[in-house]
């Protein structure tokens, strides 16, 4: 199934589930494309500026499946995986993923401490804990060239500064901080929070 269709499919089973699950808020169904979709996909702005062999992501706090999902779509060579401790979210973007046929996509319906596969060369975080907490639990299970990328509003300086010593603790550091904005009528800022191990 070519992209396009397998966004539009994805977007009809993703709402769905919403009418049942309430994934996302239902006045947030309309901004389905922008808030969600064109937000997880903010990660190409990641690729382009570093270019790799990535082969494997694990999405933290995966939720409803943003960023994961979208990003399975569009990078079928990524293997992507889920993760989020809320069951009735993981059943629903697993049905998801099969409906979608998504060879590339994987979930565990755990809690992110209790896992430790530690070889993933990309790590996503999108609207789910502070940075310190994140960078906590992702860096022991990045591999040594890999990147934690967080997906964050525009004001995130304190936030940053308040993770200084769980960045020192976990031996990483903040390498680049990739802005964008929404395609919305009103102003969305947004960042994408590069991560490297020292």
Known sequence: MPKDKKFSKYKELFLQKNHILNLISKNDEKYL???????????????????????????????????ALPIAIEYPEIFVTGIDSIAKKI??????????????????????????????????????????????YAMPLLNK????????????????????LSLKKNKAKVVDIIEYKLPLEEIYERNLVVIKHV
Request: net charge neutral; proline share 1%; hydrophobic share 40%.
């Open 91 to 136: 059943n629903a973007i697993s049905d998801i993923a099969k409906d979608l046929n998504l060879k590339n996509f994987y979930v565990i319906c755990d809690r992110v401490e209790n896992i430790n596969d530690k070889n993933f060369d990309i790590i996503t975080s999108r609207a789910v804990a502070k940075i310190d907490l994140i960078v906590k």
């Open 33 to 67: 494309d922008e808030k969600h979709i064109f937000d997880s996909l903010a990660i190409k702005k990641f690729f382009e500026k570093y270019s790799g062999q990535y082969r494997t992501l694990l999405d933290i706090g995966t939720g409803g499946g943003f960023p």
């Open 145 to 164: 060239d890999g990147y934690l990328v967080i997906y964050k509003a525009k004001n995130i300086q304190d936030e940053i500064k308040s993770a200084e």
